[in-house]
């Protein structure tokens, strides 16, 4: 795909197809995997590679005992901030 990462994250404003989720907030599965198939310009994306990527951005619950909200959270690099953004599975 020719598209780069800042071409994406413009589907979070406006109407855009993220656009009901926030780039402070977190996002599910199917907003992870929407936003895959826009950057990776597809269709579709299998089911398990892209379960695999959503993954491999997790982290685990910190060791003071404390839930993290939902059943996963995942963390995202946002280039234009250099930062993270968290996501909930």
Known sequence: SA???KDVLSEFAG??????YSTEQHIDF???RTLMTIYLDVDD???QFC???FRSFQT????????????RTTKLYHP???T???CRL
């Open 51 to 53: 379960q695999h990527l």
């Open 15 to 20: 109407n855009g197809r993220l656009s009901k």
């Open 60 to 71: 685990k619950p910190s060791e003071k005992g404390e839930e993290l909200e939902g059943d």
């Open 45 to 47: 994306i299998p089911s």
């Open 30 to 32: 199917e907003g992870f």
């Open 3 to 5: 598209k780069k990462v």
């Open 84 to 86: 993270l953004a968290s």
């Open 80 to 82: 234009s901030t250099r």
